[in-house]
């Protein structure tokens, strides 16, 4: 515990200003509002006294209050602003660092979490410390400032009183204590639940078609069922918990109040020597003193529920800050030339050890080769893209851009000389221009016209409300297809000496396929290319025709060769064609 606390200051530190400003304005302004029932107790006692009531001197008391409260206002509220300023600027950085690391660790790990569970913890987990710790630190201090600030004036009201006070207060920490630590272990499990139920409700609400065509719609809701009901027991355990730390320090502040009331009233009418002369007005300020000393110690066992809460999400905010970072290749050379040859060798990589996937795979592709990969799902198709890309590391082998080994060059020169379209579009908020323009940002608008006439996505953009100006997403309306030009458009604007093209026409008529076909056929002349696809009649010109299955290369060769051979492939090709 103690060490998340101080990896969360460490991001507090840059800004202690505001903490130390914070910390001066609460010790004054619960100051101020310390001197309050000095007053009060003294008013009391001009108009509880023997002859005339001074109206004069009420009046200034009641002047001087007035100005104690407006400053005490005042000091309260630039207390907070200070701490607000600590927690969004604390956060920020964190949140800053966190999707930063989640842009540099190995796409394994991304793969093995949900975006759900990960967008979680970088916006709700970071939320909850930023109200846990750093918000509920403005409580804490002022809490214990007032807790000394009152025990100090009571003792000079009457310390006897006052030691019994001292006396009694343990009961409270002891009751807080106990309690704190039964929620620790539910706040847990409820910050897990949390991120798991925000996947899954992410998952069934963004693809609501798929729910309704399949008919999942009861199953979608029993599943949500399920989480939310386990997220709402441990919810309801952690709640349980936490609310009982209020109550029961209340109680014991009730006997501690009651106490200083019997205490004093025996004082006042000198009923007991033990406790000493006391005027109504000093009792007033006595009870006054002994609520506010009282007061804190249910504030700050809410905010120790609270930052049981924020350790719990801050250790989920942590457990991805403590990845380990894919390797700095800055050292390496870049590929600032690259004529398109590539040569696998021997390469052996599976995801799990446990379940071998390619083995032994050796390839060599002469520069402006088109490559075709075919072959049934899972035979590890897009897998030998993910390793050209270096998404993900061979377990051995080596593998060779220009002749030069892939792991002796930087990522990012390695990737800027490949240009990728895959199955699924991804488009950003922004202008269809700035969509095309994504690999290319220095592009001018003549030059991602031409890209978008080339792959025949100008006429239905023409069309648009405000043409390439017009500002699309996701959900914007447009097609599978539409976007998908868009996509292929990025590529042709890139003109890299590499393409990856993973069943890129997939969703495509096949009047457009054809016209992008031949688009394709300009933009592959020259270059290296490998196409994967399902739809066999899009890759009959390719070069090469590599069929895989189970990780391993079983035929290769030209279409026609293929063909004649009468294997594995022919029967794939025949089966989409039989009549």
């Keep these: 515990m103690f060490k998340i606390l101080k990896r969360v200051l460490q991001y507090a530190r840059p800004y202690i200003k505001y903490c130390i400003m914070g910390v001066v304005f609460a010790a004054v302004g619960v100051s101020l509002s310390l001197a309050v029932p000095v007053f009060i107790g003294e008013a009391i006692d001009r108009c509880t006294g023997k002859g005339k009531v001074d109206f004069q001197g009420l009046f200034k008391i009641v002047t001087v209050l007035g100005s104690i409260i407006a400053a005490s206002t005042l000091f309260q509220w630039m207390m907070c602003l200070c701490t607000n300023k600590l927690a969004f600027l604390t956060i920020r950085d964190l949140r800053n660092d966190i999707f930063n690391r989640l842009e540099r660790v190995p796409l394994r790990y991304i793969d093995s979490h949900t975006k759900g569970e990960l967008t979680s913890r970088v ?7 930023s109200d846990g710790l750093l918000q509920g630190f403005a409580q804490l201090f002022s809490g214990i400032i007032t807790i000394i600030g009152t025990l100090i004036f009571m003792m000079t009201i009457n310390f006897k009183i006052a030691v019994v006070v001292v006396i ?21 499990k409820q910050s897990k639940l949390r991120g798991d139920m925000f996947g899954l409700a992410e998952e069934l609400a963004g693809n609501q078609k798929l729910v309704k065509a399949f008919v999942y719609d009861k199953r979608a809701e ?7 009901q386990a997220y709402g027991k441990i919810g309801a355990k952690a709640t349980f918990f936490s609310s009982m730390t209020n ?7 009730g006997i501690i109040y009651a106490a200083v009331g019997m205490l004093g009233a025996l004082g006042v009418i000198g009923g007991f020597s033990f406790v000493g002369a006391m005027t109504v007005g000093k009792l007033s300020s006595f009870l006054a003193y002994s609520n506010q000393y009282t007061k804190p110690f249910n504030e700050i066992s809410g905010v120790i529920a609270e930052f049981q809460n924020a350790i719990a999400s801050a250790q989920r905010v942590f457990s991805v800050l403590d990845v380990k970072e894919i390797d700095d290749d800055s050292d390496k050379e870049v590929l600032t030339s690259c004529d398109g040859s590539i040569k696998l060798s021997n390469v052996y990589f599976s995801y799990d050890p446990k379940v071998k996937l390619i083995q032994d795979f050796s390839l060599n592709v002469k520069p402006g ?3 075709a990969i075919v072959g049934p799902t899972g035979c590890g198709k897009s897998t030998i893209i993910n390793l050209l890309l270096r998404f993900y590391d061979i377990n051995s082998g080596r593998i060779e851009i220009s002749e ?15 240009g990728m379209v895959l199955q699924e579009t991804w488009i950003f908020t922004g202008t269809v221009a700035e969509n095309i323009a994504y690999g290319a940002p220095g592009a001018t608008r003549e030059q991602v016209i031409q890209a978008a006439k ?22 914007s309306g447009l097609s599978h297809g539409q976007k998908q030009l868009i996509c292929i458009a990025r590529i042709m604007l890139m003109s890299p000496p ?3 093209l993973d069943e890129a026409t997939s969703s495509i008529d096949l009047r457009t396929e054809q016209r992008i076909q031949k688009a394709f056929a300009k933009l592959m002349n020259g270059r290296t290319s490998f196409i994967i696809a399902h739809r066999l009649s899009t890759i009959k010109n390719s070069d090469v025709i590599l069929v895989m299955k189970h990780g391993n290369i079983i035929e290769q060769g030209s279409h026609d060769q293929l063909m004649e051979k009468g294997g594995f492939y022919s029967e794939l090709y025949n089966s989409q064609f039989a009549s």
């Design 454 to 475: 080339a792959v025949y996505a100008h006429g239905f953009i023409k069309r648009l409300p405000k043409g390439y100006d017009t500002v699309i997403s996701e959900d």
């Design 498 to 500: 590499m393409l990856i």
């Design 369 to 371: 080769q088109r490559i």
């Design 168 to 188: 009694l207060t343990p009961l409270s920490f002891v009751a807080a204590s106990r309690i704190t630590k039964a929620t620790h272990d539910s706040y847990m």
């Design 247 to 253: 109550p029961t320090t209340r109680f014991v502040n």
């Design 123 to 129: 916006i709700n987990d970071t939320e909850i410390i």
């Design 222 to 228: 029993e599943r949500f069922d399920v989480v939310n």
């Design 404 to 418: 030069r080994d892939i792991l002796d060059i930087t990522r990012s020169s390695l990737r800027s000389n490949f």
